[in-house]
């Protein structure tokens, strides 16, 4: 073996961020986000250092960033940088010899001590000679004149260098480098995609149910593209961006499931979304009884106009009757008897369901969801929400992706992975714009301040979460039992500590009976339409429409809301009382700070009374703030420590905007 | 910009360890250190998956071990491995569909479960004929008869799989894989140096104290190397393997400093040792009041043949009286009054001290290093201390440190750097052998567990811990003020909970008495000769040599305290009681297992009763142990909880041999 070590440069750099994996993979970021860039790096003895950023822009500007010493003792350096364009940044960092800071600091330790006054002076002069030598026009006669008032006679060394520096002596110097012994970074990739691959607000509804009626019968009439329109404005009035459809293609008949999972589906079951594909096609069709092609762009247009993106499902499987079975059976596991491998978690059996095989025939298979996607992206979907990613291979994700923002880098895909860390985080790195996460069962204050921690800062480069309350396959006991309050608290919690949030239809209404032993709604909309009178519920006081409505307003209105890696998290003395807060500083929004601090009871059935210690530097501020509750507009003086009671039976969250 | 991604291979592996900095330097290790590899790896859906290791000796002999499954849910794989040849092993990770043992797992649940019988025992078979395809001689021969046994009638499925599994099935199938999806991790690198690179007892003394001796006038006449070689017997018989010496050049004479630091010296005051270099020589030169060059070289050869190696001083700096100062002075730094600059810390100053400038000159200072280092290494010098290597660039210790070990492999750099973790890591990297650290300052309890688990697993891969207990800059407010006990305590942490440790000379005699506001000892050997009386203390019951004898002897007998990442802390309910054992395997330790549990009171001026609560399978054991105290020779039967008393004025530690 040969030398397997790196060379150390002049000034070491031992890090740099943000990185994933010693820059195996970009990091991500959104058009929008503040990002914190930064590296490691120090030098041998007492000389100081001065560290860059060398940031070039996707168009190909490169930028000079000096950076600011980070926390104590650790010899980081760091800035914020909000990122403004689409596409991949590069970044690297350099560090260099800071000959006029080092000059500066013995020259003013060394005159107050009255210690080699004049010789300080001369290496004063040197050192700006120097500098000069280096500089053109202007600057160049400054630092020149600055030189010789050094070493002039008739004032002291002291005031010399005092009048200098009012003179503006250290910003010329600043301003001309020699850089002397600079060191460069390896080069790091930052992706910047579009704001909603990292932050929006998203509803999921099944147009099936969107406008379906009940018959005299007893039987329901299934809604349809048509009838789901209508609905679209109830999305808009809530205030959501992104609105994901469960699978619209056509259904299986072969072992539909009925309802409540159930193995026998009756004549008028309308089956699973997810058992894709009947003899009216497959991934590429839309399902007859939601309309035609043409109805579903109708959906799209509609639902664009009202700032409503559509996100489609991919869930890459068949049902028994999908065309794929006979055009393409090596797509297929065959079984040793002949017969098809349907889905199964021995001894369990999915019979209406059969997995591919990307092992048989990759090349192919890749093409046809190529192709499928392609069409749908030419409908005007440019959201997809992957079912069971991790059931799937990791690098046909990857290709897939790469292939398809190739050509639209807009599209977004969502990652529905709810499995071990070491796949959901993969995921993350091939490529997946977003991704669910384990938030809905972190629901005590302890787990929330870990795992919102993890979210917003440990594995921010590369997995971006989705913070959802409820889904058709997720009902959490604390929602099965926590009543009204805990729907309350799960919307501001979803709503505000992360960037991204989502709500599947019904949780405004608190549907919270669970089919028994389960962890999901009892008569699932999986299996069953749901026929739910709006109406009604716009009318009555008592839904969280109001609240659900209120957070996204406030989301709008606080653009520190939308930011993830922000997240601060502060200490309360309850056990129940989570704190937290975001802040965007006023750089980066116009010039005018924005904070957001929340403050929630995490315990649905008690009234909380207790002390918040807040991290004030985290807000921005000192001292006093005042702050004023946009949940009901309340205006208090807030410090360090303060007292808060929070009766989840009324209302159990603090969602205050520091006004100064 | 192009495509900035990774290709995510089959089966995914997103981690391999041992690892630095994503493979830019080599992972340390030592000859004989038991290093665990492994790697995060993992697959889409239920399949399972093999994980292997191929390693490659530095002698190129590639072996495949199969990984076991390391915690639950994190999809790690790991293995031990003691690494018993010097040089440079290279490692990948291999991970492929592990088809046998998916079969096997359906297998054995679908019988139980009396779905599809028939059809897994013809999967079987088919599954094992390819294996059979991919087989020769005897292997493929058996796999055949298997593959018709699993479908021959007669008996029931159930049956033919118990047969075949008792008759060697798995073995023979995970003897003959066809690791289908195999993916290659990147290579990485782990260096093996020798034991004494990371695995020792150090002692250090000044060799003009050895033998030094007040003359009648009140004077002390100086030790020498003559004098000195009668020490090696002391340091010998308490068991150390290196024995450091401060720099054995000629001391200069300009402003040399007097006792305690002093600014003048008085004419029979020896001066630092730091201060190298006068009329006789640089560091090149011996001390002539220390002897010949011919002493110098019987002193180490008289202690290696008490196995005993001698480290030198490397301290990179010159006095005013240097030869470098007239023969090189562009190795120093000239101020802009044409002076050399002393050393400074403004507005302090070290007028007796010439900092080099690394930069004028970088190659003719480099290569006089390497010639100076070279003509010691010729002398049978195999170990250098160096010196602040902090206030020298990191790059060239690195090409030093390589240099040097490209012709001799078997030289140790020791770095003497205090300062802050960025430097101190970057200095390990760079290939520094050994480091001392923090360990000095780390008394507490709470404090010793979060640093002893820093160095014994997050840092050691590149960072190689030496715990000294004092030096002739270190005397601790702990060993000022703790008394004996806090003598005893130290040792026997040092001792026990890293793998290197060292002491200074007069340790073993409790010198505790402190420079007034100095953390080092009064009248300082670095300034004056001290005159110790070794034979009345060896006389005396009153010293600490019993036990660092005792200490250094049970070393050698465990060798599970000759490794540093076997450490494991435990945990007791008291805040001042310490737990933490080393347990070395069986297949790693001559088919005998060694393992040694440490109790330990960090108070040195208190009795604690507490309760241990044991990790009792760090300690690779089950229920209840048998222990001897190899302190006391007391034997225990101990458990998961135990009760302890620690007399910290008669014995604050229990060093625990688990027996079986």
């Known amino acids: 073996m040969g030398n397997v070590n790196k060379v150390i440069g002049r000034i070491p750099i031992s890090k740099v961020w943000p990185e994933v994996d010693g820059g195996d993979f970009p990091a991500k970021a959104f058009l929008g986000e503040v990002i914190t860039f930064g590296a490691t790096s120090f030098r041998e003895g007492h000389d100081l250092i001065a560290v860059e950023l060398l940031l070039t822009s996707p168009k190909g500007d490169t930028r000079r960033i000096r950076l600011a010493e980070g926390r104590p003792g650790l010899d980081e350096w760091t800035t914020q940088i909000l990122l403004d364009q689409l596409g991949n940044w590069s970044f690297q960092v350099s560090a260099w010899e800071d000959e006029y800071h080092t000059w500066l600091h ?162 008028n079951d309308p089956g699973s979304p997810w058992a894709i594909g009947n003899t009216a096609g497959g991934h590429d069709t839309i399902h007859p009884e939601l309309g035609t092609e043409a109805d579903f762009k109708a959906f799209v247009k509609a639902a664009n106009k009202l700032n409503i993106e559509i996100a489609m499902d991919l869930a890459l499987q068949a049902s028994p009757d999908h065309p794929w079975v006979k055009s393409n059976p090596q797509w297929f596991t065959q079984r040793a008897d002949g017969s098809i491998a349907y889905a199964e978690n021995p001894p369990k059996k999915y019979q209406d369901i059969y997995p591919i095989n990307f092992d048989n025939d990759p090349q192919g298979f890749f093409d046809e969801v190529l192709r499928v996607v392609t069409k749908w992206i030419s409908f005007g979907v440019k ?16 290709r897939l992706i790469a292939e398809v923002n190739r050509a639209n880098p807009e599209v977004i895909f969502l990652a529905e992975a709810f499995t071990r860390p070491a796949m959901m985080h993969a995921l ?31 594995s921010a480069n590369f997995f971006r979460p989705a913070l959802w309350v409820n889904t058709p396959d997720i009902l959490t006991s604390y929602l099965q039992f926590g009543g009204k309050p805990a729907f309350k608290i799960r919307a501001t919690i979803a709503a505000t500590a992360g960037a991204t949030w989502g709500m599947y239809s019904g949780f405004e209404l608190y549907e919270s009976v669970a089919r028994p032993g389960a962890e999901e709604n009892i008569d699932s909309e999986k299996f069953e339409i749901r026929v739910r009178d709006w109406d009604a519920a716009l009318k009555s006081q008592d839904t969280l429409i109001p609240r659900v409505t209120l957070l996204n307003k406030l989301r709008k209105e606080n653009p520190a809301l939308g930011q993830l890696r922000n997240l601060v998290t502060h200490y309360s003395d309850d056990p129940e009382v989570l704190v937290y807060s975001k802040h965007l500083a006023a750089e980066h ?72």
């Not at 959201?383 to 990857?398: A, L, S």
């Not at 006093?624 to 969250?653: C, M």
């Open 106 to 267: 013995n020259a003013e330790v060394k005159l107050q001590a009255s210690v080699d006054e004049e010789l300080v002076m001369l290496e004063g002069e040197r050192l700006l000679r120097r500098l000069a030598e280096n500089t053109k026009g202007k600057d160049k006669k400054a630092l020149t004149d600055f030189a010789s008032q050094l070493v002039a006679s008739g004032t002291s060394p002291a005031q010399r260098l005092s009048t200098a520096l009012q003179a503006g002596l250290t910003e010329l110097a600043d301003r001309n480098p020699l850089r002397n012994l600079e060191t460069l970074s390896d080069p790091r990739t930052v992706l910047c995609e579009r704001r909603l691959a990292g932050s929006g607000a998203w509803y999921e509804f099944f147009p099936r149910s969107e406008g379906a009626t009940r018959t005299k019968d007893g039987n329901i009439r299934s809604g349809n593209f048509k009838t789901a329109v209508k609905s679209l404005d109830r999305v808009s009035q809530m205030g959501f961006e992104v609105l994901y459809l469960p699978p619209i293609h056509p259904i299986g008949t072969s072992h539909r499931k009925g309802p409540n999972n159930t193995l026998i589906a009756g004549p």
């Open 383 to 398: 959201i997809f929400r992957v079912d069971n990613p991790h059931t799937k291979p990791v690098d046909f994700w990857q």
């Open 428 to 458: 993350g790195k091939a490529g997946f714009q977003q991704s669910y996460c384990y938030f809905s069962w972190r629901n005590r204050k302890d787990e929330l301040v870990e795992y919102l921690n993890e979210l917003a800062h440990e």
């Open 589 to 660: 929004n116009g010039g005018k700070a924005n904070t957001i601090l929340v403050v929630v009871n995490t315990d649905p059935h008690s009234v909380r009374e207790t002390t918040v210690h807040l991290n004030l530097q985290a807000l921005g501020a000192q001292g006093e703030i005042k702050v004023t509750d946009l949940i009901t507009g309340q205006k208090f003086v807030w410090g360090e420590h303060n007292y808060v009671r929070l009766d989840s039976f009324t209302e159990p969250a603090h969602i205050l905007r520091v006004e100064s």
